[in-house]
């Protein structure tokens, strides 16, 4: 199957289908936040701005990458820029693979016409690196006018996807070495199966600029190869994975870096949850995919808004004045 083709199903059984983790939980209510009956702050007093690899966001908020490649990425691409761009929030494009192999397709993840001044990342695949120069892979980041690169790590996808590429021998010297060379911060992500203490580790001695851990009890992405698959073969491993809260709690230990919580991100509280394990921000796939569709860019902001109001009542709640000052403000359910 073409890697368009593959898009296309990843997209429509997002939409279509359960693919949300179905045992294994995010662990965030697990979480409880410190609630301040007396804050001794106004709710005016959150300040939300953010920085994040050279550029100020008015929200410690991303919308992670998703879309590209086939012509119906185009206008959901632009549509969720274009709110990101009114927020003042981060924005992920999909995998870039699709137009490295057919530059033709370049435009289906360029949004700099909608989305001049925020923070685009550009978005490959870890076992995709060794493919590709450096040369090739500043093109793909320069062309779309991205900030920085977020590679994905994803091998329990690629165990279960049917055309996967389940070879990661290597991949951490290549994260290395692009994470120093390439002009541009270079960050890593999962795709929804979570990054451990472990991996992390190894992943500090690197020159990458963030861990966004894509943890799970959000989006199932061996569930969604699973239903692609149609065999019996991945359903068993659909729950697999290191929940979103324990990921942010063990990247924190190993890695001084920015750390993003994700997977399963659903409301502000989920996210100021997030901050006072130590994450510096948060993002969201799936959700802002289903208010696109619902209602295009219009939609994918209310939706957002609503997001980035939770987490400024969230911290005015605990007595914290930024995201920053959250660390500590809970504590863990017995
Ligand atoms: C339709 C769809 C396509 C995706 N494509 C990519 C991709 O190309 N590259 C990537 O790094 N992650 C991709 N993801 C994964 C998301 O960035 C995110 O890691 C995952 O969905 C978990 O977040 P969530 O629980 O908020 O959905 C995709 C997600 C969805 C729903």
Redesign the pocket.
């Known amino acids: 199957m073409s890697i368009r083709d593959r898009?296309r199903e990843?997209?429509e059984?997002?939409?279509t289908q359960n693919?949300?983790f179905r045992s294994t939980t995010t662990w965030l209510e697990k979480v409880l936040l410190e609630y301040s009956a007396l804050p001794e702050i106004d709710l005016d007093d959150v300040c939300l701005e953010t920085d994040f690899l050279g550029k100020k966001l008015k929200a410690p908020l991303m919308v992670?990458?998703?879309?590209?490649g086939i012509e119906e990425a185009k206008q959901i691409n632009r549509d969720i820029a274009k709110a990101c761009e009114s927020l003042g929030i981060a924005f992920?494009?999909?995998?870039q693979?699709a137009m490295l192999e057919n530059p033709q397709l370049k435009h289906t993840y360029f949004v700099r016409d909608v989305a001049p001044n925020i923070f685009v990342a550009g978005?490959l695949?870890v076992t995709q690196l060794k493919d590709y120069s450096l040369e090739q892979i500043e093109y793909a980041l320069e062309s779309i006018g991205a900030d920085a690169l977020?590679?994905?790590i994803?091998a329990a996808q690629e165990s279960i996807q049917p055309e996967g590429t389940p070879r990661f021998k290597g991949c951490l010297k290549k994260i290395d070495e692009v994470s120093k060379k390439l002009s541009k911060p270079v960050y890593v992500?999962?795709?929804?199966h979570g990054v451990s203490f472990r991996v992390a580790q190894e992943l500090a001695k690197t020159n990458i600029k963030a861990i966004?851990v894509?943890?799970a009890?959000?989006?199932?992405?061996t569930a969604?190869e699973f239903i692609r698959n149609k065999s019996a073969f991945g359903e068993t491993f659909w729950d697999f994975g290191i929940p979103?809260a324990s990921s942010v709690a063990e990247c924190r230990k190993a890695f001084k870096g920015i750390i993003i919580a994700?997977?399963?991100?659903?409301s502000g509280l989920d996210a100021v949850k997030s901050f006072v394990l130590g994450a510096n921000m948060v993002?969201?796939?799936?959700?802002?995919?289903e208010a696109q569709a619902k209602g295009g860019h219009k939609e994918v902001e209310n939706y957002l808004s609503k997001i980035i109001h939770e987490i400024k009542v969230a911290l005015f709640l605990i007595g914290a004045k930024s995201p920053k000052e959250a660390v500590g403000r809970g504590r863990l359910q017995p």
Do not use: C, F, Y
């Open positions: 898009k990843h997209i059984i997002s939409l693919v949300n992670s990458g998703m879309v590209g992920g494009v999909g995998s693979r978005n695949g977020a590679i994905h994803n992500k999962e795709v929804g966004d894509q943890g009890g959000g989006t199932s992405w969604i979103t994700s997977g399963g991100i659903r993002a969201i796939a799936k959700p802002v995919l």
